[in-house]
């Protein structure tokens, strides 16, 4: 794959994973904060499909260069999504 498209994949990836990142932290809180039982399971089950699309991204950013292979999951970093 030639370099500048690599480099832009490698950039969407980080982007993605930072959001993934993000949305991790809102739905960890999101049960405590809910008011009715029902939407807390939902917010519970979301968490969990969540955890599988930053595991997904993550997995696909550290083969995509030698560089992320040995690199672990990082907390989203400011200006992360530029």
Not at 1 to 8: S, T
Request: charged share 35%; glycine share 4%; hydrophobic share 30%.
């Amino acid at each position: 794959m030639p370099a500048d498209i690599e480099d832009q994949l490698v950039k969407h990836l980080t982007d993605a994973h930072a959001i993934e990142e993000q949305a991790l932290t809102q739905m960890r809180r999101a049960p405590g904060i809910a008011d009715d039982p029902r939407l807390a399971e939902v917010f519970r089950r979301h968490l969990e499909e969540t955890e599988g699309h930053e595991r997904r991204v993550r997995e696909r950013l550290a083969a995509t260069t030698p560089s992320h292979r040995s690199s672990r999951t990082s907390p989203a970093r400011p200006g992360a999504c530029r």
